[in-house]
């Protein structure tokens, strides 16, 4: 089955108009959203199940996790077209003003040494991400930000970014036996990540929100 997250009326009414809008946006407009999020990573895997093909005349491999699953590390990242802004690390709980501090540090710098005239700025719906501290801190800094609907994890291509960076960090089951390893797997995995990935991602955006629309706001396949 496919994973979506549970939605009412007021969720389908907002994802049914946002597709409707986006119909009109042309390949060069998606390539002008600045996709931005975070991502939590585990030394004992992802917070989901591990699957695996296996050869019936073999046992099974084992898959265990410690008590608690290990530490984990959190990173934010985004991306623009084909440009990858710097991964970086999350030192503890965030709040506001935390991650008005990553967009100081890492996103405005990478918007004027990167990006051309014309961009826009997209974050889900977290509750540090609407604080009004970071809403004033937008206008301050001049920053267009996507009206952005609540539960359209399909309709973010980061969110499947990070589906197909954590299978390269993760790759064969792999656990790690300290922080420090994991965080080079994944700034390691963070600059392997192509061009022709993002093109890929950025190319069905127009089919996301086509199937959304025609769904009437209901989760698609993405």
């Not at 895997?45 to 019936?56: K, R, Y």
């Not at 990167?114 to 977290?126: F, K, P, Q, R, V």
Request: proline share 4%; aromatic share 14%.
């Amino acid at each position: 089955m496919v994973l979506a997250p549970m939605m009412l009326l007021r969720h389908l009414v907002p994802r049914e108009n946002f597709a409707s809008e986006k119909l009109t946006w042309c390949p060069a407009d998606w390539y002008k959203v600045i996709w931005s999020d975070e991502k939590k990573f585990n030394l004992d895997g992802l917070d989901v199940f591990a699957f695996d093909w296996h050869d019936l005349r073999k046992d099974k491999r084992i898959f265990s996790r410690r008590q608690g699953g290990g530490n984990s590390v959190m990173f934010w990242g985004a991306f623009c077209g084909t440009k990858k802004c710097e991964l970086v690390l999350l030192e503890g709980n965030q709040n506001a003003e935390d991650y008005i501090q990553t967009l100081e540090i890492y996103l405005l710098p990478f918007i004027d040494q990167e990006l051309d005239a014309g961009w826009i700025y997209m974050h889900d719906g977290a509750s540090i991400h609407r604080a009004h501290r970071v809403r004033q801190f937008f206008e301050e800094e001049e920053v267009p930000v996507m009206d952005w609907p609540a539960k359209a994890p399909d309709l973010n291509p980061i969110e499947n970014l990070w589906g197909l960076f954590a299978r390269a960090v993760y790759a064969g089951c792999r656990q790690f036996d300290n922080v420090e390893e994991l965080k080079e797997t994944v700034w390691e995995a963070w600059d392997n990540i192509t061009t022709d990935t993002l093109k890929s991602l950025l190319g069905c955006m127009q089919r996301r929100c086509r199937d959304c629309y025609l769904a009437k706001g209901g989760a698609t396949k993405y």
